[in-house]
């Protein structure tokens, strides 16, 4: 009889250590919702490049306009991949690009703030070596 008790404790044991684990596992899995907005590009400084600009950024791979937030899901432990682009545009246009991977895990409970440099560099010409500089403000807000 004594057996059968054994046995029987072993089986709940692995049982709810499944149960238990397995649970542990789904939640820490769980996808979460973060609000990602595009607050502004501003030209932070410009030595001679140029005057006439696109600019681009993105979120997860998804094309985002200033002033537009885009909704993603993110795996607790993941990141969120920011990018940004900018080009004076001439015969021979001259780009620059930043991207950063914010891990969900530094974004505090009010939102985070991350900004982005992208450096520009003049490639002909009298100012060929010359820069400009674009900021890129991005918001991060868990929903």
């Known amino acids: 009889m004594y057996r059968v008790w054994t046995k029987a404790s072993a089986i709940l044991l692995l049982v709810a250590s499944l149960l238990f684990n397995g649970t542990y596992a789904l939640a820490a899995s769980a996808a979460s919702t973060y609000v990602v907005t595009f607050q502004q590009a501003t030209l932070v400084s410009n030595?001679?490049?140029?005057?006439?600009?696109?600019?681009?950024?993105?979120?997860?791979?998804?094309?985002?306009?200033?002033?537009?937030?885009v909704?993603?899901?993110?795996?607790?432990?993941?990141?969120?991949?920011?990018?940004?682009?900018?080009?004076?545009?001439?015969?021979?246009?001259?780009?620059?690009?930043?991207?950063?991977?914010?891990?969900?895990?530094?974004?505090?409970?009010?939102?985070?703030?991350?900004?982005?440099?992208?450096t520009v560099t003049e490639n002909r010409g009298r100012y060929s070596g010359n820069q400009a500089v674009w900021e890129f403000t991005y918001k991060i807000k868990k929903q």
């Open 71 to 118: 909704k993603v899901k993110v795996k607790s432990g993941g990141s969120i991949k920011l990018y940004a682009y900018a080009e004076e545009q001439d015969k021979i246009p001259d780009e620059g690009e930043a991207s950063k991977n914010v891990k969900v895990s530094t974004i505090s409970a009010k939102g985070s703030t991350v900004k982005l440099r992208v």
């Open 47 to 69: 030595d001679h490049v140029g005057n006439d600009w696109a600019i681009a950024a993105q979120v997860d791979g998804k094309s985002i306009s200033e002033g537009n937030s």
